[in-house]
């Protein structure tokens, strides 16, 4: 099934994530140089680069949810899109509590930037149940989808153990 939000025949919800993604991983990046090494311009990268994938994150978001609902009802993409997509709006929640705790004095502590660092944790496992819709299921890309494969870690011999 292809994606129904396109911009020159391509999904637009998979142009926009790479940004926000991207964004807000840096951002712990640098919350990590700066708790290591104390330098309040990381500290200050990393609050700005939260508050531009925070708003990424928003702009993304309803292209995504336009193309979930293209997707049919009780299919294994179905299920695995709407984890996707509450995963992320998890994501960004904790991002956003992360940013409005440090309240702009760009010395977060590690209390305050626990909040990214989950909300990476978590965008790690939604990140992959992304790739599992376009590169195992082919949502978005193929009109002839597998809207029910099996898991890319079933194929892999990761759920079996081996």
């Known amino acids: 099934m292809h994606a129904r939000a396109r911009f ?3 999904p637009v919800h998979q142009m926009l994530v ?3 993604l991207g964004l807000l991983a840096t951002a712990v990046v640098f919350d ?3 708790l290591v090494g104390g330098s309040q311009v990381m ?10 994938g925070l708003v990424g994150g928003v702009v993304a978001a309803p292209f995504g949810l336009v ?18 997509g509450l995963g992320n709006v998890l994501v960004l929640l904790l991002f956003a509590l992360s940013f409005v705790l ?5 010395a977060p502590d ?16 939604t990140a992959w149940l992304g790739g599992e819709l376009v590169d195992r299921l082919s949502v978005g890309v193929d009109e002839d989808a597998g809207l029910n494969a099996s898991s890319s870690l079933r194929k892999a011999g990761v759920a079996a153990g081996k």
Do not use: C, E, N
């Open 8 to 10: 020159l025949g391509h």
């Open 18 to 20: 790479v940004f926000p």
């Open 32 to 34: 990590v140089i700066h």
């Open 43 to 52: 500290a200050a990268v990393s609050y700005w680069m939260i508050a531009a």
């Open 67 to 84: 193309d979930w609902l293209g997707i049919p009802k009780g299919t294994r993409a179905r299920r695995i899109g709407a984890m996707h």
């Open 102 to 106: 440090r309240d702009r004095s760009y």
């Open 110 to 125: 590690a209390g305050q930037v626990i909040w990214a660092f989950a909300g990476a944790g978590i965008a790690l496992v």
